[in-house]
């Protein structure tokens, strides 16, 4: 396969918008109502060790990905069947995406449109981001990062004005309960996601830094989602909060700053467009990565279209409407992702690091038998 090299901060800035994804247009932790943020901050500092976990599976094998690993530590045909489960994951979690952003786009701009004529638009661009490649993507992240917090700050500035700092009010007011199912939801969506880079990050030029690139974009972004969940709050209140599918673009759309600066839910759009449109390409490039992997194909590049295309039709046909769409991200998804993100890495990395540990024993073994017979 083609090796394509990206650098440290690249491979933040992307990891990142990857986060961000649709979190910023849905929310996370939303179970736990007015202490939203507090299960995000707490799904932060629970995906620490996970995101070590996946750093240390890369970092035992320079310029491999999972799926190589795989192969090499499983052998290749039980290594191409673990892959398969990480394949799947990629793709529908692409397909959820596409199907948010379509969602999205009939719900709040163009409710006449038919919901796929957007998932195919949106589809075939990222399709042909995932073609460009990933060092492609990674330059267009380093302009769509600056773009996206540019807007983050000035329309958290702007909505200012219209906070009521009593809706975060009384703290932990939800019950333990509601905050325990907010952090399983808030680690799951968007956190545990980035099990998909451990498919890519065979890219990164620096070897020795992986764990600094995975918690830095952690920290980066769960800080910033936290802070945005208590804006949306302090705005909308907790009652409104658990009534829009969107609360971010509802909190925006209330900006009516002497009749001048209004309608400025635009921005979310912008935000939704930008940082879905990476994390759609990257799921693709994880999932035809794969593919081509299991196939024995050298150039996985040539998998992407027909692959982007099955996504476009699953996304097409994952849901009938958009009620079922948040009872899926809510209710089931973080049951259906946490084997996916956590049970499957930690029980590669145990096995890992027991052969790792058998084989410098071996050679220990060796070079002592060696020394005694040399003398």
Same mark, same amino acid.
């Given at each position: 396969?083609?090796?394509?090299? *990206?650098?440290?901060?690249?491979?933040?800035?992307?990891?990142?918008?990857?986060?961000?994804?649709?979190?910023?247009?849905?929310?996370?932790?939303?179970?736990?109502?007015?202490?939203?943020?507090?299960?995000?901050?707490?799904?932060? *500092?629970?995906?620490?060790?996970?995101?070590?976990?996946?750093? +240390?599976?890369?970092?035992?094998?320079? @310029?491999?990905?999972?799926?190589?690993?795989?192969?090499?530590?499983?052998?290749?045909?039980?290594? +191409?069947?673990?892959?398969?489960? %990480?394949?799947?994951?990629?793709?529908?979690?692409?397909?959820?995406?596409?199907?948010?952003?379509?969602?999205?786009?009939?719900?709040?701009?163009?409710?006449?449109?038919?919901?796929?004529?957007?998932?195919?638009? %949106? $589809?075939?661009?990222?399709?042909? @981001?995932?073609?460009?490649? *990933?060092?492609?993507?990674?330059?267009?992240?380093?302009?769509?990062?600056?773009?996206?917090?540019?807007?983050?700050?000035?329309?958290?500035?702007?909505?200012?004005?219209?906070?009521?700092?009593?809706?975060?009010?009384?703290?932990?007011?939800?019950?333990? #309960?509601? *905050?325990?199912?907010?952090?399983?939801?808030?680690?799951?969506?968007?956190?545990?996601?980035?099990?998909?880079?451990?498919?890519? %990050? &065979? &890219?990164?030029?620096?070897?020795?830094?992986?764990?600094?690139?995975?918690?830095?974009?952690?920290?980066?972004?769960?800080?910033?989602?936290?802070?945005?969940?208590?804006?949306?709050?302090?705005?909308? $209140?907790?009652?409104?909060?658990?009534?829009?599918?969107?609360? &971010?673009?509802?909190?925006?759309?209330?900006?009516?700053? $002497?009749?001048?600066?209004?309608?400025?839910?635009?921005?979310?759009?912008?935000?939704?467009?930008?940082?879905?449109?990476?994390?759609?390409?990257?799921?693709?490039?994880?999932?035809?990565?794969?593919?081509? +992997?299991?196939? @024995?194909?050298?150039?996985?590049?040539?998998?992407?279209?027909?692959?982007?295309?099955?996504?476009? =039709?699953?996304? +097409? =046909?994952?849901?009938?409407?958009?009620?079922?769409?948040?009872?899926?991200? %809510?209710?089931?998804?973080?049951?259906?992702?946490?084997?996916?993100?956590?049970?499957?890495?930690?029980?590669?990395?145990?096995?890992?690091?027991?052969?790792?540990?058998?084989?410098? #024993?071996?050679?220990?073994?060796?070079?002592?038998?060696?020394? $005694?017979?040399?003398?």
């Amino acid at each position: 396969m083609n090796k394509e090299k *990206i650098s440290d901060i690249q491979s933040v800035k992307l990891m990142i918008l990857f986060i961000f994804g649709s979190t910023l247009v849905i929310g996370t932790g939303g179970e736990a109502g007015r202490d939203a943020w507090i299960s995000i901050f707490i799904a932060v *500092i629970l995906a620490i060790p996970i995101y070590l976990v996946y750093s +240390r599976i890369l970092s035992l094998f320079p @310029g491999k990905d999972l799926f190589e690993i795989l192969e090499l530590n499983f052998g290749k045909f039980f290594g +191409r069947i673990i892959s398969l489960p %990480f394949i799947w994951f990629a793709f529908h979690l692409g397909a959820l995406v596409l199907r948010n952003f379509g969602e999205f786009i009939s719900t709040v701009g163009l409710p006449e449109t038919p919901k796929i004529v957007p998932i195919i638009i %949106f $589809g075939l661009l990222c399709i042909w @981001g995932a073609k460009a490649g *990933i060092e492609t993507l990674a330059k267009c992240s380093e302009y769509f990062i600056i773009f996206v917090v540019f807007l983050l700050i000035v329309f958290s500035f702007l909505t200012i004005p219209i906070i009521d700092t009593d809706n975060i009010f009384p703290v932990l007011g939800s019950g333990y #309960k509601e *905050i325990m199912s907010g952090i399983l939801s808030a680690f799951t969506f968007p956190f545990g996601e980035v099990v998909i880079f451990m498919m890519i %990050f &065979s &890219s990164l030029r620096s070897k020795s830094s992986t764990s600094k690139v995975f918690i830095s974009a952690l920290l980066l972004s769960g800080v910033t989602i936290a802070l945005l969940s208590v804006r949306n709050i302090m705005i909308l $209140g907790p009652d409104t909060i658990e009534a829009v599918y969107f609360p &971010s673009y509802f909190a925006i759309g209330r900006v009516n700053i $002497g009749n001048f600066l209004q309608r400025m839910e635009i921005a979310v759009t912008v935000v939704f467009i930008l940082s879905g449109f990476i994390k759609i390409a990257l799921c693709l490039t994880a999932t035809a990565r794969g593919v081509a +992997r299991v196939i @024995g194909f050298d150039d996985y590049k040539i998998l992407i279209t027909p692959t982007g295309l099955l996504m476009v =039709n699953l996304a +097409r =046909n994952i849901y009938e409407d958009i009620v079922e769409m948040f009872d899926w991200a %809510f209710k089931v998804w973080p049951y259906y992702a946490f084997p996916f993100q956590v049970i499957l890495p930690v029980l590669i990395w145990i096995f890992i690091e027991l052969k790792q540990r058998a084989k410098n #024993k071996a050679n220990t073994t060796e070079v002592t038998i060696d020394d $005694g017979s040399s003398g």
